[in-house]
């Protein structure tokens, strides 16, 4: 059905489709002149026959009478068929408005959402290719910092490992000075000692000879010698004893400054030995710290 051919019949009364009442004969005329649009069948002992045929030819069997009411029920059957058809007609077109606007708006809702979705598509790939660009670069940069920490951490354990051995070479050398420095340390102490021992046994032998010499000028008194001899053994008396008196003290000297280097060679010797302890004990990694 066109929609031409509706709008001729029909009118538009606020969004609806009315007949338009000066058209209703034309449209009846038209519709009579298109021939049926519906079609009776009936059903008689499996066989298909039109209802129109068969009423025909029921006519020419019936008197004239009963053709003349058959003719009039046929028309007035054929207008009920006619009003079924426009209605029919009718509701179709309703039907065809309606699904055309709906068609329509849902098509305009489709394209709009398809642009809408396209565009989002769009956007996603430029935000997925943006981020993917990034991160290209910061693994990049990532490997690039990977590299530059590798190279600066060899570097430093390099440094480290250097003056790691440097240190070491300079605290065994430092053990080495300290041992000869105990070696000669030791012969000084052993010839002092030796020194000390044959100094006492001088000051022994001296006192004796001071014993004989105030014993020998006890006699002298004894005796009761001439006084010229006993004032010059009285000075040779007090010569002696004065020298004796500056070797003893100077002795003493000695014996207290022997007793110092002692004692300063027993702190070294300790200090050697803690020395070498704590670089037998350590690491070489930790030895850097025993320099400072």
Known sequence: MERTWARDYFAEDDGEMVPRTSNAAAFLSDTKDRGPL????????????????????RAFERPPQVQTQALRDFEKHLNDLKKENFSLKLRIYFLEERMQQKYEASREDVYRRNIELKVEVESLKRELQDKKQHLDKTWSDVESLN???????????????QETEHVYELLENKIQLLQEESRLAKNEAARMAALVEAEKECNLELSEKLKGVTKDHEDVLGDQVEPNQYTEALAQRDKRIEELSQRLAAQERLVEQLSQEKQQLLHVQEELASIEVQVASRPSGCRASMLL
Do not use: D, P
């Open 38 to 57: 519906v079609q009776s069948q009936s059903w008689k002992s499996g066989e298909k026959i039109l209802f129109g045929q068969t009423h025909s030819l």
């Open 147 to 161: 590299s530059q920490n590798e190279a600066e951490l060899r570097r430093q354990f390099e440094e480290r490992q």
